[in-house]
């Protein structure tokens, strides 16, 4: 099998990484979707993660918690899971670096663009811990911005559905599924596929999104060598 992407930004829930769980880690769960990720490294594929914290912490449904606190929580929510990513990686003998947008020295290296692409030319995996590492931008938003910055091919969004649709798939079955759609269209629709902020800053750095599901995690290999799943957006 020959990959069809030579750069990819893969973003992750944290919610997948709890597996059955449904909260914290299954380390199982993390080395079996590794394991997958490694089947595209092994093909050459230069891989970037950003990972969501909905398994230990959303900030959205924290009450009256202050939001920047409450999202500041959410970003070293996404840090524990960047960390586990790591150390799955190198038990299957991958090398990984994690950088984070907010410095902390004795755990992770901080976010250097030029640094997390000379890791991608020396055939590392960089994991991006923080998100932005602002408030009121959210992991799908730091996913957009490092595709960009890092100058990837495509953004993998693995969620828990397998592509777009019209409406919830899980609440109506008259849900219909895309095969293709443009940034535009999910701005207009206001579809829940990520936020605005995101779909607006892969549309002006015209950069596609695939959407697929995660339970399978071989769809990770399926998506890289070009096979037809989940929805593209495209421009």
Same mark, same amino acid.
């Given at each position: 099998?020959?990959? $069809? !992407?030579?750069?990819?930004?893969?973003?992750?829930?944290?919610?997948?990484? &709890?597996?059955?769980?449904?909260? =914290?880690?299954?380390?199982?769960? $993390?080395?079996?979707?590794?394991?997958?990720?490694? %089947? /595209? !490294?092994?093909?050459? $594929?230069?891989?970037?993660?950003?990972?969501?914290? =909905?398994?230990?912490?959303?900030?959205?449904?924290?009450?009256?918690?202050?939001?920047?606190?409450?999202?500041?929580?959410?970003?070293?929510?996404?840090?524990?899971?960047?960390?586990?990513?790591?150390?799955?990686? %190198?038990?299957?003998?991958?090398?990984?670096?994690?950088?984070?947008?907010? &410095?902390?020295?004795?755990?992770?290296?901080? +976010?250097?663009?030029?640094? &997390?692409?000379?890791?991608?030319?020396? =055939?590392?995996?960089? *994991?991006?811990? /923080?998100?932005?590492?602002?408030?009121?931008?959210?992991?799908?938003?730091?996913?957009?911005?490092?595709?960009?910055?890092? #100058?990837?091919?495509? @953004?993998?969004?693995?969620?828990?559905?397998?592509? @777009? +649709?019209?409406? #919830?798939?899980?609440?109506?079955?008259?849900?219909?599924? +895309? #095969?293709?759609?443009?940034?535009?269209?999910?701005?207009?629709?206001?579809?829940?596929?990520?936020?605005?902020?995101?779909?607006?800053? /892969?549309?002006?750095?015209? *950069?596609? $999104?695939?959407?697929?599901?995660?339970?399978?995690?071989?769809? @990770?290999?399926? &998506?890289?060598?070009?096979?037809? @799943? =989940?929805?593209?957006?495209? %421009?």
């Amino acid at each position: 099998m020959q990959p $069809v !992407y030579k750069r990819v930004l893969l973003k992750l829930s944290g919610e997948v990484l &709890a597996g059955d769980k449904q909260s =914290g880690i299954d380390f199982e769960t $993390v080395v079996g979707i590794c394991d997958s990720i490694k %089947e /595209c !490294y092994d093909m050459g $594929v230069e891989i970037g993660i950003v990972v969501g914290g =909905g398994n230990f912490w959303r900030g959205r449904s924290s009450g009256d918690m202050d939001r920047t606190r409450a999202d500041h929580i959410g970003m070293l929510a996404t840090v524990m899971n960047s960390l586990a990513l790591a150390d799955a990686f %190198e038990q299957l003998g991958v090398p990984a670096r994690v950088q984070t947008a907010i &410095a902390m020295q004795q755990i992770a290296e901080p +976010y250097i663009r030029n640094k &997390a692409t000379r890791h991608f030319e020396k =055939g590392r995996v960089v *994991i991006f811990g /923080c998100g932005t590492g602002n408030p009121f931008f959210t992991t799908d938003t730091a996913a957009a911005l490092r595709a960009a910055e890092i #100058d990837a091919d495509i @953004i993998f969004k693995a969620t828990n559905v397998d592509g @777009i +649709y019209n409406k #919830d798939p899980n609440q109506f079955d008259d849900a219909q599924k +895309y #095969d293709k759609i443009t940034h535009m269209e999910i701005l207009k629709n206001s579809l829940k596929v990520m936020d605005s902020t995101a779909a607006s800053l /892969c549309r002006d750095n015209k *950069i596609p $999104v695939l959407v697929f599901n995660l339970n399978d995690p071989q769809n @990770i290999v399926r &998506a890289i060598v070009g096979e037809n @799943i =989940g929805t593209v957006v495209t %421009e």
